[in-house]
């Protein structure tokens, strides 16, 4: 079935630097997510995209966070700069209508910030 | 606030015994619920989901899950666990059926041969 990747699947950097996490979407889907999941925590909706622009963010979408997806290519959640409680899983999502019920989830980013 | 409950951090069942993954949800509109399946090394992947209608919902792989409004639950079963099950199970909750969705903390399923 269609597949969402994300690459790579571990980064680990260290504080205060920027980092970029790349999310290939479904060829065909105009909806774009993000979550963040800490360790041993709930998963938690972070932001979504559509047509070049942010729809909607919660408030762990930091002001450090951005989002885009140039030219149709890679779909990246940027963190600059980088903090010891952005480690996490970071999973994106990807859908061809605005419902929960047609994401499609990559397989996860573990970001480790030092 | 509204909030999913997943009680068991890990379920461990020998294989062909049956299977139930409990999940409690708070929240007093109309539930959107969804069991999402993430295997190793795999991404997400929706189990099933209920929206209305009967409470029993048929997912893949022989999964089910019931839908109890008195007992705010959305409890997960199969009648006969395989290896191939093994993996993390995540109860998801959403709002009005929009993107918000509000996830468990997950269910680590362990199959013993």
């Known amino acids: 079935g269609p597949k969402v990747l994300q690459i790579p699947s571990h980064q680990i950097i260290d504080m205060g630097q920027m980092v970029t996490l790349n999310c290939d979407p479904v060829?065909?889907?105009?909806?774009f997510y993000w979550y963040k999941q800490i360790l041993g925590q709930q998963m938690e909706f972070l932001v979504n995209?559509?047509?070049?622009?942010?729809?909607?963010k919660s408030k762990l979408f930091k002001d450090q966070f951005s989002v885009e997806r140039p030219d149709g290519s890679y779909f990246t959640l940027k963190i600059q700069p980088t903090a010891l409680e952005d480690s996490a899983v970071y999973f994106c999502?990807?859908?061809?209508?605005?419902?929960?019920?047609?994401?499609?989830f990559g397989s996860g980013t573990r970001l480790t910030v030092l | 606030a509204q909030s999913v409950t997943q009680p068991d951090a890990r379920v461990t069942v020998s294989e062909g015994a049956s299977l139930q993954l409990r999940c409690k949800y708070s929240?007093?509109?109309?539930?959107?619920l969804f069991w999402y399946v993430q295997y190793p090394r795999q991404g997400l992947q929706l189990l099933l989901k209920?929206?209305?209608?009967d409470p029993v919902v048929q997912g893949v792989n022989g999964f089910e899950a019931e839908f109890s409004k008195s007992n705010s639950s959305f409890h997960l079963r199969k009648a006969s666990v395989h290896w191939s099950d093994s993996a993390v199970y995540f109860c998801?909750?959403?709002?009005?059926?929009?993107?918000?969705?509000?996830w468990g903390s997950g269910t680590k399923l362990i199959i013993k041969p």
């Open positions: 209920y929206y209305s209608g």
């Open positions: 995209f559509y047509n070049g622009k942010v729809m909607e």
């Open positions: 999502a990807s859908s061809p209508h605005w419902s929960a019920e047609t994401l499609y």
């Open positions: 998801v909750l959403s709002l009005d059926s929009n993107y918000q969705l509000i």
């Open positions: 929240y007093s509109g109309t539930p959107y």
């Open positions: 060829s065909n889907h105009l909806y």
